[in-house]
């Protein structure tokens, strides 16, 4: 079983930033794609984001310039750092892992967009 564990939700104005961290272990090998999803209330689970272990990201359109993804191999952790936050970007945040057909998710962290 792969264990994912996302921190650095909360509240921030729009324009703000926020880093999101998801700590990967158990059975999870680093040649495994971790990424983000996102949930708003309402509305389906949407890509964000995926880091392949090959080094290629790919983002959705509405991310594209304002969230960055990073990865770091040593400690199995993939980050998010987002910026020029805005209401629209209000959502549960998922961290995701996935090796051929198999995916594996976190609890989710909120963020909240909002003045």
């Known amino acids: 079983q792969v264990h994912l564990v996302e921190s650095g939700g909360g509240l921030v104005q729009p324009g703000g930033s926020l880093r999101l961290s998801c700590v990967a272990s158990?059975?999870?090998?680093?040649?495994?794609?971790l990424g983000w999803y996102r949930q708003a209330p309402g509305k389906e689970r949407e890509l964000v984001v995926i880091?392949?272990?090959?080094?290629?990201?790919d983002y959705a359109d509405f991310v594209k310039g304002r969230f960055v993804f990073s990865r770091d191999y040593d400690t199995d952790t993939a980050y998010l750092q987002m910026n020029s936050l805005k209401p629209e970007d209000t959502a549960v945040y998922y961290c995701n892992a996935f090796y051929g057909t198999t995916n594996y998710w976190g609890q989710g962290t909120q963020v909240t967009v909002a003045s």
């Open positions: 880091g392949y272990s090959g080094g290629t990201t």
């Open positions: 158990g059975d999870f090998r680093k040649n495994f794609a």
